[in-house]
């Protein structure tokens, strides 16, 4: 598996327009836009920075897996997201080596990305996405 860098920070947010007025209002980041991906019942926005990128997270739904996050967890980074050459080599090469995925196959993502994630009981509690665009 070749992870080629750190893709984007996922922060769980309760409101796009509230994290937007910090990350672009305060901190003067370029706000890309939202885009909603309706299958994980969330909303994002991205804020590019250099090779990375911040994205906010809205959940769409009481019952999608951000709101479900901040209810017990509260806002703040979710997760973290690391670009890999070939996201199939690299899930196969985890289910190799016994590493526990929440998925076995990757799932379209925001901006047309290919994702998966890694469940956080395999990575000391983080939990881990992996994406290739």
């Known amino acids: 598996m070749k992870i080629l860098k750190i893709d984007h920070l996922g922060i769980a947010v309760n409101s796009i327009d509230e994290g937007k007025a910090f990350w672009n ?31 906010l997270l809205e ?40 590493v526990r995925l929440i998925d076995q196959e990757p799932r379209k993502g925001a901006g047309g990305a290919k994702i998966a994630f890694l469940h956080p009981k395999a990575t000391g509690g983080v939990l881990v996405e992996l994406c290739e665009r």
Do not use: C, M, W
């Open 25 to 55: 209002g305060i901190l003067g980041l370029e706000f890309e836009g939202t885009e909603t991906v309706e299958e994980q019942k969330v909303t994002t926005a991205f804020f590019p920075i250099s090779e990375s990128e911040v994205e």
């Open 59 to 98: 959940s769409t739904a009481p019952d999608g897996p951000v709101a479900k996050y901040i209810e017990k967890r509260g806002q703040g980074i979710q997760h973290i997201a690391f670009r890999v050459e070939n996201i199939e080599t690299a899930l196969a090469e985890l289910k190799e080596k016994g």
